[in-house]
């Protein structure tokens, strides 16, 4: 009866057609049912990531439109099946999802301040974080003078700078150089405009000196900023900045050469307080609870002891999650951590996917802006793997436990620990493509030894170490913790100095990392042999991602730095540009190696005011580039004539309008407009990081100011010879 057809104008043909998929759907479904529900947060997290990609409230009205329509049509399938049910809740959560990012941005996020201001500021101090690896500590305040400033900025102060009394509470003065948070430099880079809207901070900027204090602080600091300041004290040399990342999750103190080790060994998820740090400790917890308890004979008897360790793991938990900041990975492994806790308690398999996706709808549900970030996504993406994996009937027989000789044991645990890492590597790749533009490849063979390493040397050293320091006897404990930081910091070295120790590619595309995504969560989500339809997209979109062009020419949002790819390599416009900026272009580019300048490029010929560049492309034509390399006025002549013999013109500053290039100008009036920009010479694309009538709140909107005559602007200097 639930399959009757109904009274249509289709033609019969296409009836029964449309029945018979239906029919095949349900049975398909009916084998799948325990599965279905897996699906909820991923209903969810497609409406909010509709949020970040389309462009204005026109479209995501249009979602909510086309989603709620969605829903009205399964409404009208036959009623009883599974069919209708997906449909209709798939489409509502869609909606919702939207729905939900749209009216949290609208409630809890701070419009950016809108142009770059001089400011003598002063405000009210709500947060303090040293970075004793950039040798800074950053500062939030809330400005109480002068008016028309963002409710939150964010700012950096040296150490040197620092004064007394400067602490959470206080009010100071100073002198400021305030920026709207910085967009993406190039197409595909990080986004800290977006993240820093959500965090409510519309403005950062560096303070000069000298910083007044208006009010001195008299809160004492924070108990995570106590013990990251002691750890600090108690551990010298580079293993510092990792036993203060374990304990606290703050990694203001690793220096960045180890922190790059670490990314490229594939052993960055150590230094993010996540699954494996909130297990071990509430393990701990469990263990030593249950083992005091049993030393009394009246507990062991009377009393539930599970439960009691369980409630005291808990506690250990959340106040760890707390202590530690509350990012996202620690958020969802405490979730996690309680369900299974309390599943558990109820005598309940409480380690299955239902579990991961139970934590994944709270978290999107508190933070909906999470799920477009790398850690929301790596976070679950590896849980998800992990314990698919290990639901699988193939692998989970031959991993349990069987009476074998001590050598078979321990083999058959290093092959579950190389699958398990070879699973996660495989599941990251696309997420570290799209957010990084490079995917490790020796990970999983890393982490067979640093997991262990983390798990059952550094933190209970570094909890004993810090235990013992109450009664003045820490300091064996700290003594080993360093020598086995400093074991993790070799192993991470020595891989990340292998040429297979990870790949590059060029910029992800959205869709090519949706498509890739999508198959991923079919092959992971269900049981049956339909799931392996997902290896398809996944394989594609990899595979298109290192078989695409890379770009050509990169240009940064305010036009001063420029990368063009050469035969060679690649080459930078300003050669004295810092290490971020040549790690942001080279990433994007998907090169792995030094950029060299454009001016010692032999088809290259610079003055000091411009540069002309020869560039020739895969299909023989040779295309004339030219770069203003400084502030300095030209001849117009001269310049209307180097204008009108290049095919491309860059600039950081306006362009006048008789500047006519054969094919695009991009100067600081079309910047302002697009963000930077990508240009891939052999195809004529041309990418940029912000879209025609993008109106995400976020996005900075210039007040453009009243320009001088171009006339008045240039003046006479030496031009380039064109080649």
């Given at each position: 009866m639930a399959f009757e057809p109904r009274q249509t104008s289709l033609g019969p043909r296409l009836t029964a057609l449309a029945?018979?998929?239906?029919?095949?759907?349900?049975?398909?479904?009916?084998r799948e049912r325990e599965q279905i529900g897996l699906w909820a947060p991923i209903g969810l997290g497609s409406g909010i990531a509709?949020?970040?990609?389309?462009?204005?409230?026109?479209?995501?009205?249009?979602?909510c439109c086309v989603m709620l329509a969605t829903a009205c049509l399964g409404a009208m399938l036959p009623s009883g099946g599974r069919v209708r049910r997906i449909v209709l809740a798939g489409a509502i959560l869609g909606c919702a999802g939207c729905l939900l990012v749209w009216g949290k941005s609208a409630l809890v996020g701070n419009a950016p301040l809108h142009r770059p201001i001089f400011v003598t500021m002063t405000g009210d101090v709500v947060g303090v974080r040293p970075v004793p690896a950039q040798t800074m500590v950053r500062v939030t305040i809330r400005?109480?003078?002068?008016?028309?400033?963002?409710?939150?900025?964010?700012?950096?102060?040296?150490?040197e700078d620092m004064v007394a009394g400067l602490g959470e509470g206080a009010r100071i003065r100073f002198r400021v150089r305030l920026m709207p948070p910085a967009p993406p430099s190039v197409p595909g880079g990080y986004?800290?405009?977006a993240r820093a809207y959500f965090q409510g901070i519309g403005a950062t900027g560096k303070a000069l000196r000298p910083i007044a204090i208006v009010v001195p602080s008299?809160?004492?600091?924070?108990?995570?900023?106590?013990?990251?300041?002691?750890?600090?004290?108690?551990?010298d040399g580079p293993a510092k900045g990792i036993a203060a990342a374990l304990a606290t999750g703050d990694q203001g103190a690793i220096a960045e050469e180890d922190a790059e080790a670490m990314r490229r060994s594939g052993l960055a998820h150590l230094l993010s307080i996540s699954g494996l740090h909130v297990t071990a400790l509430i393990g701990a917890v469990i263990f030593l609870l249950m083992r005091l308890m049993a030393l009394s004979q009246r507990a062991a008897l009377g009393m539930p002891l599970m439960l009691i360790a369980a409630a005291g793991g808990a506690i250990a938990g959340i106040g760890y999650t707390l202590l530690t900041g509350a990012e996202v990975p620690?958020?969802?492994?405490?979730?996690?951590?309680?369900?299974?806790?309390?599943?558990?308690?109820?005598?309940?398999?409480?380690?299955?996917l239902r579990l991961v996706a139970s934590g994944a709808l709270i978290v999107l549900a508190i933070w909906p802006e999470a799920l477009v970030g790398p850690s929301f996504q790596m976070s679950f993406a590896a849980v998800t793997a992990l314990v698919a994996l290990a639901e699988h009937d193939r692998f989970r027989s031959f991993a349990a436990a069987r009476d074998e000789i001590w050598f078979n044991k321990a083999g058959r645990s290093m092959l579950v620990m190389l699958a398990t890492g070879v699973a996660v590597e495989l599941v990251l790749m696309p997420i570290a493509l799209f957010h990084f533009h490079k995917a490790g490849l020796l990970g999983a063979f890393a982490n067979l030894i640093a997991i262990p390493l983390t798990t059952f040397v550094v933190m209970p050293l570094e909890a004993l170490a810090l235990i013992l320091d109450a009664v003045g006897l820490g300091a064996p404990f700290w003594w080993m913790t360093k020598q086995a930081l400093n074991l993790l910091l070799l192993l991470a070295h020595g891989v990340a100095a292998s040429p297979m120790a990870s790949m590059l590619a060029p910029a992800m595309g959205t869709v090519i990392f949706g498509m890739s995504m999508a198959g991923l969560l079919w092959c992971m989500l269900w049981r049956t042999g339909w799931r392996w339809l997902g290896l398809a997209p996944f394989a594609a979109g990899i595979a298109i991602t290192f078989l695409t062009s890379p770009p050509d020419i990169l240009v940064t949002g305010d036009g001063r730095h420029v990368a063009v790819r050469s035969g060679s390599g690649m080459a930078i416009l300003r050669d004295r540009a810092g290490d971020y900026v040549r790690d942001t272009l080279s990433e994007n580019a998907g090169y792995d190696g030094a950029l060299t300048a454009i001016a010692d490029l032999p088809n290259a010929r610079c003055s000091t005011d411009l540069c002309a560049v020869r560039m020739p492309d895969d299909h023989g034509r040779n295309w004339r580039l030219l770069f203003t390399r400084n502030d300095m006025l030209i001849?117009?002549?001269?310049?209307?004539?180097?204008?009108?013999?290049?095919?491309?013109?860059?600039?950081?500053?306006?362009?006048?309008?008789?500047?006519?290039p054969r094919w695009l100008k991009i100067d600081r009036s079309l910047l302002i407009r697009t963000g930077g920009v990508s240009i891939i010479l052999k195809t004529g694309e041309v990418h940029t990081v912000h879209q025609p009538g993008d109106a995400?709140?976020?996005?900075?909107?210039p007040v453009r100011a009243n320009a001088r005559p171009y006339r008045q602007l240039y003046r006479r200097s030496k031009p380039a010879n064109l080649p």
């Open positions: 029945q018979l998929l239906c029919e095949d759907g349900e049975k398909r479904l009916e509709a949020w970040f990609v389309l462009p204005n409230a026109m479209s995501w009205l249009a979602f400005p109480t003078e002068p008016s028309g400033l963002p409710s939150v900025v964010r700012v950096n102060i040296a150490e986004d800290f405009a008299t809160q004492a600091p924070a108990l995570r900023a106590r013990l990251f300041a002691h750890i600090l004290d108690r551990i620690t958020v969802r492994s405490c979730v996690a951590a309680l369900l299974v806790l309390g599943g558990l308690a109820m005598g309940r398999d409480a380690i299955t001849a117009r002549a001269d310049f209307i004539r180097d204008c009108a013999s290049a095919d491309i013109v860059i600039s950081d500053r306006r362009l006048p309008r008789w500047c006519h995400h709140p976020w996005i900075a909107r």
